[in-house]
Nanobody, 127 residues
Framework: QVQLVESGGGLVQAGGSLRLSCAASGLTFSSYAVGWFRQAPGKDREFVATISRSGASTQYADSAEGRFTISRDNAKKTVYLQMLSLKPEDTAVYYC????????????????????WGQGTQVTVSS
């Protein structure tokens, strides 16, 4: 059974930082590109960041570029999202997702391409 479990969310003041983790089980983790998405109340889910199977390629939404860093540890089957300089508009439920890919370097920004999703972790940034 495939599981993606997010952790690390919480309440933080604007300008603060958080590191989210996504721990995977039940799949050959290194065969999957992984992405982070978020959904704020009343809004559609949006892409945040993605990392290729090898970890060498990453891609970010404009809103995350320069503030967020995605990384992965295939030995630990875990992907991280380091978030700095948080803003109130970053408040959302953050989800990680895994996409089976043949290419080791391809990144995936479309949520519809992902095979598995976690349950999400709440991030709240106060002003």
């Amino acid at each position: 059974q495939v599981q993606l479990v997010e952790s690390g969310g919480g309440l933080v003041q604007a300008g603060g930082s958080l590191r989210l983790s996504c721990a995977a089980s039940g799949l050959t983790f290194s065969s999957y590109a992984v992405g982070w998405f978020r959904q704020a109340p009343g809004k559609d889910r949006e892409f945040v960041a993605t990392i290729s199977r090898s970890g060498a390629s990453t891609q970010y939404a404009d809103s995350a570029e320069g503030r967020f860093t995605i990384s992965r540890d295939n030995a630990k089957k875990t992907v991280y999202l380091q978030m700095l300089s948080l803003k109130p508009e970053d408040t959302a439920v953050y989800y990680c997702a895994a996409c089976l890919k043949y290419s080791r370097e391809e990144t995936v920004t479309s949520g519809t391409s992902y095979n598995y999703w976690g349950q999400g972790t709440q991030v709240t940034v106060s002003s």
